[in-house]
């Protein structure tokens, strides 16, 4: 059984950082892509981040480069999304997602129909 398990949401002042962790079981992680994705009320999901199996190529949507930084511990089943001088904008719903990757690819996934299982979610409000 896989799962996808979230964690590190809450209430964070604009300016401030929060760190999100996703926790996976009952797969081979280190041969899959993982994503993180939101979706805030009234809106669709979105593309934020992605990292490749290896941890070493990643890939952000533009909005959030420079403020946000995705990584990955393999030996323990972890992806992180570290967020950095949120804004209200950044308030939604996050979600890890995890796409099996062959070895030679070469693509980074950013569409949510690309990956096979996704987390429930962790809500994060960015208010003063």
């Known amino acids: ?20 962790s996703c926790a996976a079981s009952g797969l081979t992680f280190g041969s899959y892509t993982m994503g993180w994705f939101r979706q805030a009320p009234g ?3 979105e593309f934020v981040a992605v990292i490749e199996p290896t941890g070493v190529r990643t890939f ?9 930084t995705i990584s990955r511990e393999n030996a323990k089943n972890l992806v992180y999304l570290q967020m ?3 804004k209200p904008e950044d ?38």
């Open 1 to 20: 059984q896989v799962q996808l398990v979230e964690s590190g949401g809450g209430l964070v002042q604009p300016g401030g950082s929060l760190r999100l």
């Open 43 to 45: 809106k669709e999901r």
């Open 60 to 68: 952000y949507k533009i909005i959030v480069k420079g403020r946000f």
């Open 84 to 86: 950095n001088s949120l």
């Open 91 to 128: 308030t939604a719903v996050y979600y890890c997602a995890a796409k099996r990757t062959n070895v030679n690819e070469t693509f980074l996934y950013i569409r949510e129909w690309d990956y096979e299982y996704w987390g429930r979610g962790t809500p994060v409000t960015v208010s003063s």
